[in-house]
């Protein structure tokens, strides 16, 4: 199932056509074709089908948690950490992005007049569903995931290397769109990542070349922080990770999920 968080954008009853103005109120959803159908429930307790329903051009789609924290794991990709001059971590690689760094699908990526270069990084997402805390060695991680989704881990990566921590780097407004959706039903083990930059190819990886496995992360995570429901965890960018520029388009591909797509500007003030 494709949960969703969106917007319905407003028809004036004298118009055939639809407006740029949005409903302010954020609803859940389920996708199927090009049908939203509202859902019921929430990340702990599951989703069952509403009475509303709307056409996939009548919403506005929005990341699909407000998550409390975004937990990214670097260079767990061999590949990725090879290409930027690193060794394999022995142990998964954590660091934090802000939520302020959350925008939606379609919206502008802005890169900041701080860095002179700002990289794609494309990554499969984990949704947390229900409250985990220092889970055990071997214990199923299952029950504490929600579903899956796309995230693209934007990265000032000259400041990443000149701060030697990645605070800043990687914690930028509009440094984390995901989305569009969170799939409930996904197989990890069949999953593969793209990244497209302008429609050109850039990065390519079966989920399977993680050198952590989703099931390693959220235990070692666990083992640091409470993960709460709506959490969202970056597992990591293959190799190929690359600069953008004003007016290109990002697209992050997740077999089975879908496509996360935003366009880049540059910072105006």
């Known amino acids: 199932m494709k949960i969703c968080r969106f917007q319905p954008l407003v ?49 506005k789609l929005l990341p699909p948690s407000a998550p409390s924290k975004i937990v990214c794991v670097g260079r767990n990709y061999s590949e990725h950490a090879a290409e930027l001059g690193n060794d394999v971590p022995k142990e998964p690689l954590i660091f934090l992005k802000p939520p302020s760094a959350i925008i939606a699908p ?37 029950p504490f995931i929600a579903g899956f989704t796309c995230v693209n881990d934007v990265t000032a990566r000259d400041l990443q290397k000149s701060d030697g921590q990645w605070t800043r780097g990687k914690g930028f407004d509009t440094f984390c769109p995901f ?67 004003a007016g290109d388009v990002v697209e992050i591909v997740v077999s089975g999920i879908g496509t996360l797509r935003n366009p880049v500007t540059a910072q105006t003030r």
Request: a negative charge; glycine letters at 10%; charged letters at 25%.
């Open 106 to 142: 379609e919206e502008p990526i802005v890169m900041p007049a701080l860095s002179k270069r700002v990289d794609y990084e494309g990554e499969i997402g984990v949704i947390i569903g229900r409250a985990c805390s220092r889970l055990a060695d071997g214990e199923d991680v299952k």
């Open 11 to 59: 028809i004036p009853a004298t118009q055939s056509r639809i407006t740029t103005e949005i409903h302010p109120a954020v609803q859940l959803g389920f996708i199927e074709g090009d049908i939203v159908h509202e859902a019921d429930g929430d990340f702990q307790h599951g989703f069952k089908s509403g009475k509303k329903m709307w056409q996939l051009k009548e919403v």
């Open 179 to 245: 989305g569009p959706v969170m799939e409930t039903q996904f197989d990890l083990r069949a999953a593969t990542v793209e990244t497209r930059l302008n429609g050109t190819r850039k990065q390519f990886a079966p989920a399977t070349e993680m050198i952590f496995s989703v099931d390693v992360i959220i235990r070692w995570i666990s083992q640091v922080m409470t993960l709460l429901p709506g959490d969202l965890i970056a597992t990591g960018t293959p190799a190929g990770v690359g600069p953008v520029q």
